[in-house]
């Protein structure tokens, strides 16, 4: 290395990257290094043994006294002149592997599509009459090797003479995809900013993260505002179809939603405006898509249900009224089919089942249910009407997993008493204990009938046992058998809260929807069984995956290969927000999921009554026998995990 | 050939291309070509000779009877069966030269960046779920060969459901640039529109063009409705400054001349709407293109006089409220210095020095000249302040170039009167003849202050010769000396219009300025004359040149050498809009020229002044002193040709 080289231009020609937001030019404090050998600056000496430059001003501001102690350097200052060892601290390295911290951890090299560059622009002169953008671009090469063609947003146009001109021509452009200058900010502003965002049909959420570091700053979600157009996505569509300014109000209401919950996660992270957000990603199911982009989403809605278009796509946020930087895009993932969106490709950008040798089932559990199944070779997708049941709805006392929703159920096999937990509560409730329960949700559900079904309060057909000697199964008001879960008393809405012989008919029909459904995608792969099930939803808590073993919502698997995870699909997002890598591999693997039309099958009505059984005394089932059993020994104890 | 091969694909494999905007289907009856040998179907009778198949029903219907008796066939419906030669007509060729008519003739190669492709999708089905998207997609790359990264604008996406199902997939898409959708239009549409516009600071000309056949269908021009803000450049700069909301005025009133400019070329070409234009291609000075775009231009008008961007760029028009359709681009062409803009790109486009061997000087006479000097080695660009003295501006009877104003003006060298053309007459009048004459424009000024010198009314140095015996030559109201160009009987305003010593002063400014300029640039290329001289101007009439020699307004040239063409920038929009390969070559030429900051010159001053005066006695003028000489000879006759 020549002498005179500066550590950072060293490091890099070594290969390895050192944060420099500003461009090294001693401004951000971001290129911190420590000497390990070959500098004695700290002992104020002028020695021959020094092999580094003496420390600069920038360097005295921008180190504390204890970091120069300590042999801290800024590596943009500190050039070489003679043989060194420099340490760089975790921080100061750039593209290593960050962890994203949800409900699983997750690994992702940090490369997002927009990056910000902070330039110290020469003026212009009589002498030098290059204009403003060409000025920048030039330097852009010089300092930062962004070659090719560059261009502006028109927003950017117009901003670019006095915003340099007010700065001093000190100023941070962020870049879109090495190509776009999407923004021109006053100064060195190191932390872009991006928002990854998951449409569901009934509920938002949304991540503000630190597209530097990768970090997660805050989380926000909102009930969807176009509920009030609709519950589910085919009432949506038919809003659609049925008013004239339908399709307009539906995207409005996502746009204002957005808008809020943008305001929100700016809020709480302490920035100062949503215009200091530079990337957006978006997934959801195809008609959120679709109304989300002023697209008639009628024709997903009907044979042959196939969407507009599926690729993964870069639109500009303005045309949609979204107020984030006036430059910047909002990028949809990409679609696998009309019934299988966004959503679920940034399931598989999470999960993963396409870099696996095992042969995964991903079962995202909604309205409506999609299912992967596969692996590096194969992968097959396809969806399930499982109705709004599992979700909590069109159950007599179902309601969303908010506080006050029993999101767990265990039944004593002996005393046929459940006890409870609810959301908002850190503790269970015993039978007959008061709680703030006013429902039950989609996990809750799940729960009470395994729980029924394990204690032989109901049987395999999922009829009451009038033999099991279950003091809360009674005859309702309408004459049909229920099960009393909280007597009026226990429950903060004066009711009794019962499972009702009609809840459990609606559960069986949505899990016989996901069971047949995991079973066709089997047989396209050629194989009988999973190597590996994950439960995705955005339930209140995780589903209880033995209970879902038990009802025979998914196929028989070792339960140790059985992952609940949560909103795996706002993972995908967030993956996709922070590197292009990610963003491209949903693009392939959006392509290489081929989606299976399963209710098309000539045995599709068969198969579908028999898995609306209880499974039993089916052989297929060895997980659940082995869970029965467990269950029978364990009696008076809580079963659920 | 194989046999069964249309002939449409057989030509194309030959490298002959046929115009078929429906892609062959038979429907648009584009492809007629004649049958020279091989073809007896006219004759109604199968014969082993016949060398083609049948005339199919769509031939029937798309041909007349005389058509098909001479032989017509539509060649994408006809196979070949055996030998035939064919005769393609030429309209029937795609891409050949189409000759531009204007000012002058120009042939360019078309080629627009916006094309139209017809396509008859096969809807989808349960067994071929693609998106609607991808079976476009498929088919443009099947039969256009259209392949690489296409995709949709949103507006084009959100349009795709509907329109495609309720035009039975039969559809026509225009795409940009071979990559993007931006728009869709049910059925078969054979001609894209486009409109080429040169916004002046005075008045703004637009020309409405098939983009298929490269004919220009109308014209339109109106008054820059910026001018209520300040009639030059720099008052509109201070307006910005001075007014909060300055630029933002600007540039609606200039979006909303656009707009109702476009409306105005529709009606005339009876489309139905400004919606059914598909590409815009704007030039302008660079104040125009700042302000259109929405930058602050200040910065253009202080030293260093630097433009925020010069690179010919692409915006969506609907990103300024230009209300064409909706997916389409404006592009406005690059520009090349802070005071030569776009629009002298155009008439580099036109003109095409840098294609030439001979030096040319070309002289774009405004407000601001600009003056280009060079050839295929070497070009350079400046800019003069002539003021608005030869635009009419500033002269005491000038006015625009409009109804009632002199255009031309002719002094008998003997009775030293005057004759007059007026715009909206075809005929000259003579002194003493009533006109509907109410001011005088600038090729008039410029012709009047030749013919007075030529005449001996003025002197070199540009003051009234007491001695030339005019007696038409009096002391005005002010006590200064004017040379009445029509009594107050003869003109439509009931006053005198005079030439005073004020008007011939400024219009001295004015072409030294013009004069220096190009002699800088002559210097700086190393010699010392043109070969050829251009005078380009938005004038009412062509400037005439041989007055322009006359008055020392450009360096001295073989007259025959000179031209005087009109509007060269609406020429060099157009052809930008007509050809990509025009576009891309302006991109060349804007970074080929050189600005010179000719006023930082430091013998400006003198030389600006030594060129102020009428140049019949400077040795370098030999084509003066012949055009001198040739007018006293043809004492009596009318001057100005």
Not at 126 to 142: N, P, V
Not at 369 to 385: H, M, P, Q, W, Y
Not at 554 to 570: F, S
Request: with cysteine; net charge negative; hydrophobic share 40%.
């Amino acid at each position: 290395m020549d002498a005179g080289t500066t550590l950072l231009d060293a490091a890099r020609e070594l290969g390895v990257e050192i944060e420099s937001p500003c461009g090294g030019v001693g401004v951000c404090g971001k290129c911190k290094i420590r000497i390990e050998e070959g500098n004695f600056q700290k002992f104020g000496i002028e020695s021959k043994m020094d092999n580094l430059s003496p420390l600069t001003e920038e360097e005295k501001e921008g180190l504390g006294e204890e970091e120069i102690d300590n042999n801290y350097r800024l590596a943009c200052r500190a050039a070489i002149e003679g043989d060194v060892l420099i340490f760089v601290p975790a921080e100061s390295r750039l593209g290593e592997q960050v962890i994203l911290q949800t409900g699983r951890k997750r690994e992702v090299s940090i490369d997002p599509i927009v990056k910000n560059y902070y330039l110290e622009v020469p003026p212009a002169t009589l002498q030098d009459q290059r204009d403003d953008f060409s000025r920048i671009r030039d330097l852009l090469a010089q300092k930062y090797g962004l070659e090719g063609d560059i261009f502006l947003d028109y927003s950017v146009a117009a901003a670019l003479p006095v915003t340099t001109r007010r700065a001093g021509w000190k100023v941070t452009l962020s870049i879109w995809n090495g190509k776009e200058i999407i923004k021109i900010s006053p100064g060195l502003v190191g932390n872009p900013w991006g928002v990854a965002i998951d449409i569901g049909s009934t509920t938002i959420a949304a991540y503000l993260c630190n597209l530097r570091t990768g970090e997660t700053v805050a989380k926000k979600s909102m009930m969807n505002p176009q509920i009030v157009y609709g519950e589910d996505i085919l009432s949506r569509i038919s809003y659609v179809m049925t008013n004239e300014e339908g399709l307009a109000r539906l995207s409005d209401s996502i746009a204002e939603g957005i808008n809020s919950l943008l305001e929100a996660l700016v809020e709480e992270a302490g920035l100062t405006s949503p215009e200091e957000i530079v990337d957006l990603v978006l997934v959801g199911n195809t008609v959120m898509h679709h109304i989300m982009l002023g697209i008639d989403p009628r024709y997903v809605g009907r044979s042959p249900f196939v969407p507009a278009f599926k690729y993964g796509a870069d639109f500009k946020a303005r045309d949609f009224g979204i107020k984030i930087n006036a430059g910047s895009y909002v990028h949809w993932l990409p679609l696998e089919a009309g019934f299988v969106g966004a959503d679920n490709v940034a399931v598989l950008l999470a999960e993963e089942p396409h870099r696996q040798d095992e042969k995964m089932l991903i079962v995202d559990i909604g309205t409506n249910g999609e299912i992967v199944f596969g692996n590096r070779d194969k992968l097959f997708s396809t969806s399930c009407a499982t109705g709004p049941a599992l979700e909590g709805a069109q159950i007599k006392f179902g309601m969303r997993a908010a506080l006050g929703a029993i999101e767990r159920v265990a039944i004593d096999p002996k005393t046929k008493d459940p006890r409870i937990k609810v959301i908002g509560e850190e503790n269970w409730f015993d039978a007959g204990e008061r709680s703030p329960a006013s429902g039950i949700c989609g996990s809750g559900i799940i729960d009470v009938c395994a729980e029924m079904f394990k204690t032989g309060i109901i049987d395999k057909t999922g009829r009451f046992n009038r033999q099991a000697g279950a003091p809360r199964v009674r005859r309702g008001a309408d004459e049909k058998m229920e099960y009393v879960l909280c007597y009026a008393e226990d429950t903060a809405i004066g009711k009794d809260i019962t499972i009702t012989q009609g809840d459990i008919r609606a559960i069986q029909l949505a899990k016989s929807a996901l069971y047949c459904g995991a079973e066709y995608l089997q047989e396209k792969f050629g194989v009988t069984k999973p190597d590996r099930i994950v439960l995705v939803g955005a339930f209140g808590s995780y589903i209880n995956k033995e209970s879902a073993m038990v009802m025979g919502m998914v196929p028989d698997c070792n339960l140790e290969k059985v992952q609940a995870v949560g909103n795996a699909a706002g993972d995908g997002a967030r993956l996709a927000l922070l590197s292009r890598k990610k963003r491209e591999e949903a693009g392939e693997v959006a392509k290489k999921v081929k989606f299976v039309e399963t209710a098309s099958e000539p045995d599709f009505q068969i198969r579908f009554a028999e898995a609306t059984a209880f499974p039993h005394r089916r052989h297929k089932f060895q997980s659940i026998r082995h869970i029965l059993k467990q269950s029978a020994h364990r009696s008076g104890s809580t079963s659920s995990g």
